[in-house]
């Protein structure tokens, strides 16, 4: 692993080590490696850009007292994706609780997290991300662990602490229900 | 066999989920079945489609707060271990000070020297007194008893 300008960049299990050691930059070598991942998962899970926010800090927060107690039988990947779908599945529970919207209306999407698109009530992108977000949470978490994340079914059991069988039968059903939604692009 | 009952293997197949004989087996099927080619060939079109979403990115503001707040973690720990550390070192100050008032202003009167102590004591005090002239004097008595006893 490599930075951008050249540097080699100690491996992630370096990192924890050391940040585990009270090493503050090693921790933020972690923050800098997964912010941008968390966020995009965050900010596909619950549909706005603040939120998405906090969560990601909860989640590094999290990992920070969760730091000592980690027993490296995941990866650090697994781990912190773990925690921010725990974040992400508390936020939904207080949002809730408010009675707060937690999925935009389709055709809708807000303003920012997207950026401008002039054609945003056809573009295929715009349907696709509204698509995910009328699945149910349990449905689109396992999409876009999946999906976007590239996980596989034993990672997406230990991270969402479901069987492996309720993974491969919530991504079957989350698929129906998109190919439904967006049949218009798979015809 | 209809789609309905292999569908769901189907996308775990898709997913590279399946064993190597479950997947030669599938393939097999799919010959067979134009229902769960089609629907195969959907699951690819799909995680194309999704493939194509846009990633929300987060913002250079949005990661230095983050780096503060990590920075502001690690200084709050800090603040705790001092704090546990101070709270051991009062700990320890206390327990001495507690002993020490215990052992040296208790209040109990001193114990007097008992009466055998002060008579076995004495002679060594005599001798420690003792003059050069009575030590030799001593001597020559104790010599001349042993000289009258042989």
Redesign the interface.
């Known amino acids: 692993m490599t930075s951008e300008s050249g540097q080699p960049q100690p491996p992630d299990a370096t990192l924890l080590a050391r940040a585990c050691d009270g090493d503050r930059l090693a921790f933020r070598g972690l923050v800098d490696r997964y912010a941008h991942r968390l966020f995009a998962m965050a900010a596909s899970l619950v549909g706005n850009r603040a939120d998405a926010e906090d969560i990601v800090q909860e989640t590094f927060a999290g990992a920070f007292r969760g730091l000592r107690a980690f027993e490296k039988r995941s990866s650090v990947k697994t781990w912190l994706t773990g925690i921010l779908i725990r974040q992400a599945a508390m936020h939904r529970r207080r949002e809730s609780r408010r009675g707060a919207r937690l999925v935009p209306l389709a055709g809708a999407p807000e303003a920012g997290l997207h950026g401008p698109s002039p054609t945003a009530v056809v573009d295929a992108r715009i349907d696709v991300m509204a698509a995910i977000r009328e699945l149910s949470p349990d449905h689109r978490e396992v999409i876009i662990l999946r999906e976007f994340e590239g996980l596989s079914y034993d990672q997406m059991a230990e991270v969402l602490g479901i069987p492996r069988g309720t993974v491969e039968s919530r991504l079957f059903r989350a698929r129906r229900q998109l190919q439904e939604r967006l049949k218009e692009y798979l015809d | 066999m209809s789609e309905c009952e292999r569908?769901?293997r189907l996308?775990?197949c898709h997913?590279g989920?399946v064993s190597e004989a479950e997947r030669a087996s599938l393939e097999a099927h799919l010959h067979q079945c134009p229902a769960c080619a089609s629907e195969l060939a959907?699951?690819g079109?799909?995680?194309h489609?999704?493939?194509?979403?846009?990633?929300?990115?987060?913002s250079a503001e949005?990661?230095a707060?983050?780096?503060r707040?990590?920075?502001d973690?690690?200084m709050a720990?800090?603040g705790r271990m001092a704090k546990a550390l101070m709270a051991v070192a009062a700990s320890i100050l206390l327990v001495c000070a507690v002993w020490l008032w215990r052992s040296g202003a208790s209040g109990e009167p001193i114990e007097p020297i008992p009466a055998w102590e002060t008579a076995a004591t004495a002679h060594e005090a005599t001798l420690a007194t003792a003059s050069d002239e009575q030590l030799a004097q001593w001597i020559v008595l104790d010599l001349e008893r042993k000289n009258g006893h042989d």
């Open positions: 569908a769901q996308s775990a997913d989920e959907r699951l079109k799909l995680s489609l999704l493939s194509t979403a846009p990633r929300p990115e987060m949005a990661l707060r983050l780096h707040a990590a920075d973690m690690y720990d800090l």
